[in-house]
Each structure stands twice: as C-alpha cells, then as structure tokens.
C-alpha cells in the first residue's frame, strides 16, 4: 500500500522544509497546495516535490484540502500542516500502518501543546484514508471528515509545533463572513465559532454563543468543552455563580471528567478544606485520559496538577510521607519542570531540619 501526504500551504517557509523532511520518510508521494504565498514556501516545496499546486484562497479550508486531495495518487492519503512534526519512531508506525492497509479511515493522535517535550494538550484526529473511499471534508474553519467505513486507531503521533503566532483573527473573520452571507451552516460550527471568540476576549458574545449551541443538537465532546469553555467566560466577566453552573452542567453529558475534578479541587483549596481538596484531586488521578472519544484531552489535569496540588495539601496537612510521594509521581511525568524541582529542594530542606532537631 502507498501513501500521499498531503498539506495546504501559505507563508511557511519558516517551518515547511523541517515538516518535509519528515514526511519524506515514510510518504511514496507529497502534495504540496500553496494558496498564496508571497515568500520562498513554494521554493522550499520543490525541493522535496515536483508536485506543487496553486489554489485561490476563499476562506475554506476544507475546499483547499479537497483539492490537494485531488491531486492524490496512492492508495492511501493523508493531511498534515506545515508546523507539523513527526519524530522517527512515528514514522515508523505511519509507515506500517499503511503497509498493512485493510482500513479505510485512521485516527492518529494529535499533540497540539507542550510543556517542553512533554505532550499536554492531545487527541485524536482523522488522519489517513483511503483514496478510492472517496472522503471529503467539510467546514469552512477546523475543517473535519466525517467518519464512515473500517476506522482504525493507532498509537501513531504528530506534533503540532508552531514557531510563531498568525493572525489570531483569521479563523473569526472566516466565521464572521460566512454569517453575513447567510450563517454557520450547522451546530459544530456554532461550537468552534464560539470558541474563536473567547480565544480573542469577546467573552461576552461568546458566553451567548456557546449558550445558544448547548440548547441545541451537537456532539457530547464538544457539548462538555463548550461548557468549560462557558466556565471561562463568565469568570472572566465576574459573574461566580453562572461560572459554578456551566461547570456542573457538565455533568448533565458524562461523567466527571478530571478537568472537572481539578477546577473543584481548586475551589475548595482556595477555601482551606483541604479534606475535600484532597478528594477531588484524588478523584482526578482516577479519571481516565479517554482519548478513544475524540474529545480535547488535557494531560495535565489527569496526572500532573492534581499530583502536584496533593503534594501542596498533604504538606499542609503534615503528611509530608504523602507530600513528598505526590510530588515524586509529578516529577515522573514532568522531570524537568521547576515547580516539581523546587519541591525537591524544599522537601529535602525541610526532611535535613527534622534530622537535625531529633
């Protein structure tokens, strides 16, 4: 089985050549789309390809995509974005995954943040699909393909990581003229066109739009982000009470997540119950990263923050046997951050004096 590899270009220089030297590992064939670039981007997409396409840009990304699939020749195709990486061991397995073939869509993790090396903001994305399958995506902004045929889920990552930041307004100004043309054409995009919102401080209007989209139909991942998200914009505009009711009305669609748990934890910390501190955070690490639900998973809350916050607690408790314990599993997951470096020196300070006063 082949594999093209696929990504919409525009101004990329600055990161294209290090994604294409990745890709050319494991992919029989690149397609580049440059939608308009005005600097050496195209340059650089030549030196890995022949096959370089141009494509007007109008404010749909899932147009581009389309037609970069077009362009496709193997048996199999997959999308990236420039600001992609992907480390040779996951080469490795995109290449075996594709060698196998009997799939015809398949989900490939996405690291989109990180704390240094460690991944802290993943999910899972569709990524590859078999060319004769026909898929096609939609959504003029966070374009996605809807899922249909053998769908398989591999352990496989990319690495999303960005050098600079683009025009924070763009996926807002796409969204802004698709509703003076007539409006967002379905619940999902109501969603994310929400979230660009508060991602640019309209917290206002976007607590309305995110409000409006829980009445309606959607998706239950996006239904429960939309309600952390809600969480946020109603702090930020001082209303407490709105805030503490958009955070338990995620509860009306699952089980607590561990973001749900930390925020908890959180507040009863800031209130000095530290026994119902404690059981939230401890809530936290039993919740599981369900990554297999398509949702935005944050690392952090399962593991790292409720690890670090129980270390705080029991300290204050004096159980510094459990203090010290918490903050060693948080180092395990974030070996070199300095908050969990800095309890090792306090806790080695503070065990030095017991030693010393006995």
């Given at each position: 089985m082949t594999l093209s590899v696929c990504l919409i270009v525009k101004d990329e220089e600055e990161v294209l050549k290090r994604c294409l030297g990745c890709v050319e590992k494991f992919a029989d064939e690149i397609v580049i789309v440059d939608t308009g670039s005005r600097d050496g981007t195209v340059d650089i997409a030549k030196n890995f390809t022949d096959k370089v396409y141009f494509f007007e840009?109008?404010?749909?990304?899932?147009?581009?995509?389309?037609?970069?699939?077009?362009?496709?020749?193997?048996?199999?195709?997959?999308?990236?974005?420039?600001?992609?990486?992907?480390?040779?061991?996951?080469?490795?397995?995109?290449r075996e995954l594709v060698s196998g073939g009997g799939f015809d869509m398949a989900y490939l993790v996405y690291a989109a943040a990180f704390d240094g090396d460690v991944p802290v903001f993943v999910y899972n994305r569709e990524r590859i699909f078999r060319r004769s399958a026909g898929y096609r995506f939609s959504g003029a902004v966070h374009e996605a393909v809807s899922p249909?045929?053998?769908?398989?889920?591999?352990?496989?990552?990319?690495?999303?990581r960005?050098?600079?930041?683009?025009?924070?307004?763009?996926?807002?100004?796409?969204?802004?003229?698709?509703?003076?043309?007539?409006g967002l054409p379905d619940s999902r995009s109501r969603f994310y066109y929400g979230r660009e919102l508060m991602f640019n401080g309209m917290?206002?209007?976007?607590?309305?739009?995110?409000?409006?989209?829980?009445?309606?139909?959607?998706?239950?991942?996006?239904?429960?982000e939309a309600c952390f998200n809600l969480m946020h914009c109603y702090e930020c505009l001082g209303d407490a009470a709105k805030a503490r009711d958009a955070l338990l009305k995620t509860l009306e669609y699952?089980?607590?997540?561990?973001?749900?748990?930390c925020i908890l934890g959180g507040k009863f910390m800031e209130q000095n119950n530290h026994p119902a501190a404690v059981y939230w955070y401890t809530c936290a690490l039993g919740c599981k990263r369900e990554l297999a639900l398509g949702g935005f998973v944050n690392a952090d809350?399962?593991?790292?923050?409720?690890?670090?916050?129980?270390?705080?607690?029991?300290?204050?408790?004096?159980?510094?046997k459990r203090a010290c314990a918490f903050n060693e599993r948080a180092g395990r997951a974030k070996p070199q951050n300095e908050n969990y470096l800095r309890n090792v020196r306090y806790f080695r300070q503070k065990l030095s004096g017991e030693v010393n006063n006995e």
């Open positions: 840009w109008c404010d749909d990304f899932s147009a581009a995509r389309n037609f970069a699939f077009g362009k496709a020749t193997c048996d199999y195709v997959m999308w990236l974005d420039a600001d992609d990486v992907v480390t040779d061991e996951n080469c490795a397995l995109i249909r045929g053998k769908a398989v889920y591999s352990a496989a990552r990319i690495d999303h960005k050098i600079s930041q683009k025009d924070p307004m763009r996926n807002l100004k796409i969204y802004l003229g698709q509703i003076a043309r007539g917290y206002a209007e976007a607590a309305a739009v995110l409000a409006e989209f829980l009445k309606g139909d959607g998706w239950t991942e996006n239904k429960i699952d089980r607590p997540r561990a973001q749900f748990c809350y399962s593991e790292f923050i409720p690890c670090m916050q129980l270390c705080v607690l029991y300290d204050r408790l004096g159980d510094l």
